[in-house]
Each structure stands twice: as C-alpha cells, then as structure tokens.
C-alpha cells in the first residue's frame, strides 16, 4: 500500500511539472530586454556578399579595370560547383573553357557572385566575367563537405598599433610613421634647436637573384611632407596642417634684401631658417610651445637637397617634388627628370594605400579619412596619443567575423596583385592585356579554401544539442591581420 501511495504521488508530481512545462512560456523573463539577439545572431554584421564586393572593387584602384556590374545568387540550386573546380586562364584569347561534369557526393552550401569587368590598354579591350564562390549560413553554421563550421568573433584592434618609435595602421599595405627625436636645426643666425622629426616608411618588394631567394622587402623613408607638396604644393600644405600665419613662406624680394643686409625683422617673434634658397619664419613662442610646430618646421627643413636645392621658382611645382620622391633611393642621376617615372608610381601606390573595409572601420569623422592624406595628417598630428594607446584596452578593440572570412583570403590575394601590377607598371610604364588579366587568376573557390585554413577562428561542430550559445559568444584573440606577437601583449 505504501509503495503504491508513493507512485501515486510521485505520478502527481510529474503530472504538475508537466503542466509547468506547458505553461513556462506565458512567464515573463525579467531579462528578457538586455537579450542581445543583435550581437549573438551577428545581424549586425555586413554580409559575405558585402565584404567580396567591397574586395573586388579594390581592382578600381588600377586605372585599367572597371567593375560595370554584379550579380549575388544565394540559391545553391542555381551554382555550378563544376564550374568552380577549375582555375580559369582569363589570358586565353579565345575565351572558351573545358568544364568537367561530375556529380559531388559531399554537401555543399554555397552561393556565388558573378562580376562583369572591363579590362582596357590603350589598344585592346576585354570584358570578362569572374565568379566567386560564397559560403551560405545557416542557423549559425556553414555546411561545407558534409560538415558543419561554426565561426567564432576575432578581437583585433581598432586602428592603428604601435612599436618602437612608429605607429602602423593595417590596411592595404601597412601605414607606417616614424618618429626621429632631437634632429638639429640652424636657423639663419647660427642658433641651434632640437626637435622631432617624422618620416613616411614605403615597404616595396625587390627581386633578387634565384640563389639568395625570390625577393625582399626594401623600405622606402620618405619626408611626408614631400607627399603633400607633391599634391598641393608646400603653402597649400601649411594651411593644410592648420598652420596658417604659424609659420610662413618669406616672399623672394624680402627674402633678397633680409639676407644683404643681415637683419631680419621681429626676431623676438620669428625665427627664421633656409630650405637651400628658401627662407621661411616660424612663430618663435609656439615652436617653443607646441610640439607639433617644432615637429612641422623639422620636416620643413629636411625638405632641402644639396643635388637639387629648393627655390622659389620649384617651391610649388609638382613636377619638381614628384621627381624628388622618385630620387629617393635611386641611383644618383644629374638629370632630375630622371626620376619623374620612379616618383609618379610611388605617388600612385601612396594613393592606393587605404581600402574601403579599412577606411569603414576607423572611428573617425568622414572628414578625417576620405582619403589617405586625410588619414597621413591624423596620423603625423596624434602620434603621441596612438603611440601612447595601450593596445590591450578593449576599447581599442574590435571584433569582426565575415570580414576575415573574406579578407584574409580574397581581400589578401586581391591586394598582392594589385601591389604587384603597380610594381610592373614602374619598370615597363605600360600594362599589358596579358599583365592585368593575370590579376583574376586565381580560383574562384579561394574563400571556401580559405576558412578551412583558419583553423583558430573556423571550428567544426562537434556539439550533441542545441545549446549554441556558448560559441555563439565565443571569441578569439588569433588569426589573421593581428599585430605581431612580438608587440601584441606589450605596453607601448
């Protein structure tokens, strides 16, 4: 009697705890307002899609291609994996390509995007259409040879990061800004003052010998200033940093009659130094003052040349300043004009530094990053607070997922050919058809092979429920694009 009272209860137990089951939903959940769906379910997070357009359009950058248009297609049944399994030779004239036709046995959730370029010479014209390959998501997981991945957030950080003595902003190719303490300046009256220095670090590849490897990384340290010269000229380049009425050009005639007579007005306001021929005052109190108008004099007075003295007839010629760029490293040459094609690509790559993904994830106004002298200038002008930033502050964090999906492949490849045709466009002066279709031939799968490769962010999905939240809110600190270990866990 007693075990069946004790079965009887336990069976009206079960009975109201199913009931309570049934009826959980209508409670409230007091939590329920700081649910974060936004974040856990990445809906804030640009789409594949975006990020592949956003890559390829960085083709732009090379006036010899134009992207006319595109298409998505996210509906697995309507792509061809065939058509993805082999590399296509976009150099083959005749433009016809033996596709295999085989019938996959392993799964595949994928959609794809069709690009309609325009790819022109000064002779020739060829409009090609390239595919990419996208992964599809679905509930959280990518379905990719009858397997299920999941990825997770990567912390990186926000802008730039900084090493011994410079700052490096990542994008296209890196940014990179040196600072030189105490560089000595003489002013017209012997006196000597010290102050900082900057210089803009251009890393190139140069090809060396079968025997001692396949290249190395040559770097280029160039006066930023010159850049700006090369732009807008040297008086237009003051007003631009915001120095207005702080340091100024002394006109030729005052500068003649200053320099006879050995007397220079209002030296206890202005002090006064020469660019090889070229006088110019800067207001003495803020020099003292104010670091960054000692730093602007300092790149002021490196801008002179023993080979090819500054005058006033070249002070705003661009001709001139984009020959003096291409001087730079080159071999010595009595003809300035030498060096004009030399200075003209390395304008051209300078220009094409900044990407879009890149120029999209800063935190800055619109005005301060439309265009890489934008983002030069904020770099020269807040050097000792990025220097300063301490790179494990979360707040110079930010976390990304279908951007390294995308970047670290596509973005990475598209970004080495461009570098590439820029490098050949300097030794040749004219690209050749063959040369810019070699840009588009890599495989139009190189996204799907690219998340198998990152193995730190890319995780299969070993799970026995349907409790994902845990890695829905996973994150990791590895992976693509993060600054070097040597510098990533030390104070700056």
Excluded at 336 to 355: A, N, S
């Amino acid at each position: 009697m007693y075990k069946l009272d004790h079965f009887l209860f336990l069976l009206k137990i079960m009975k109201g705890a199913q009931k309570m089951l049934n009826l959980i939903h209508d409670f409230k959940n007091e939590m329920a307002d700081q649910f974060n769906k936004e974040f856990l379910f990445s809906e804030n997070d640009l789409p594949i899609s975006e990020y592949v357009v956003l890559a390829m359009k960085e083709f732009e950058a090379v006036e010899n291609i134009d992207i006319l248009s595109y298409e998505v297609i996210m509906d697995p049944d309507e792509v061809d994996i065939n058509e993805h399994s082999i590399n296509i030779n976009y150099k083959k004239k005749s433009g016809v390509f033996d596709i295999p036709k085989y019938k996959y046995l392993s799964t595949n959730r994928c959609g794809e995007i069709k690009f309609k370029i325009r790819v022109h010479t000064n002779l020739n014209e060829r409009i090609i259409t390239k595919k990419i390959l996208i992964p599809i998501e679905y509930e959280g997981f990518y379905t990719l040879n009858n397997k299920r991945w999941k990825t997770l957030w990567q912390l990186v950080d926000a802008s730039t990061y900084s090493q011994r003595g410079k700052i490096t902003l990542k994008s296209r190719m890196p940014i990179i800004i040196y600072q030189h303490k105490k560089r000595p300046l003489m002013d017209v009256h012997g006196e000597i003052v010290e102050h900082c220095n900057y210089s803009y670090a251009l890393n190139s590849r140069v090809r060396r010998g079968a025997s001692r490897g396949a290249s190395r990384v040559k770097t280029k340290f160039i006066n930023p200033l010159m850049i700006f010269t090369v732009k807008i000229g040297l008086k237009r380049s003051i007003d631009f940093f915001g120095l207005n009425g702080v340091i100024e050009i002394v006109d030729f005639e005052d500068a003649l009659k200053y320099e006879e007579k050995n007397q220079y007005p209002d030296t206890d306001i202005w002090r006064y130094f020469n660019i090889n021929k070229v006088l110019f005052r800067v207001n003495r109190q803020l020099e003292e003052e104010v670091k960054f108008v000692g730093s602007f004099t300092a790149m002021m007075y490196n801008l002179a040349n023993s080979d090819f003295p500054v005058t006033y007839e070249n002070l705003n010629d661009r001709t001139y300043w984009t020959c003096r760029i291409g001087y730079i490293g080159s071999i010595k040459s009595k003809n300035l004009m030498t060096f004009l094609e030399k200075g003209k690509t390395t304008i051209y790559m300078v220009e094409r530094l900044l990407d879009a993904v890149t120029k999209m994830n800063l935190r800055l106004p619109e005005i301060f990053k439309s265009n890489i002298y934008y983002i030069l200038r904020w770099m020269i002008m807040d050097f000792d607070s990025l220097k300063n930033r301490n790179n494990l502050d979360i707040n110079n964090k930010r976390i990304r997922k279908n951007e390294y999906i995308v970047m670290s492949s596509l973005g990475k490849k598209i970004s080495e050919n461009i570098n590439k045709i820029i490098e050949k466009k300097s030794k040749s002066k004219l690209n050749t058809m063959d040369t810019l279709l070699e840009m588009f031939n890599f495989g139009s799968d190189i996204i799907i092979n690219g998340m198998r490769n990152i193995n730190d962010l890319v995780k299969s999905d070993e799970l026995t429920n349907d409790m994902t939240f845990l890695q829905d809110l996973a994150f990791s600190c590895k992976g693509p694009n993060l600054i070097p270990k040597r510098v990533r866990y030390k104070l700056p």
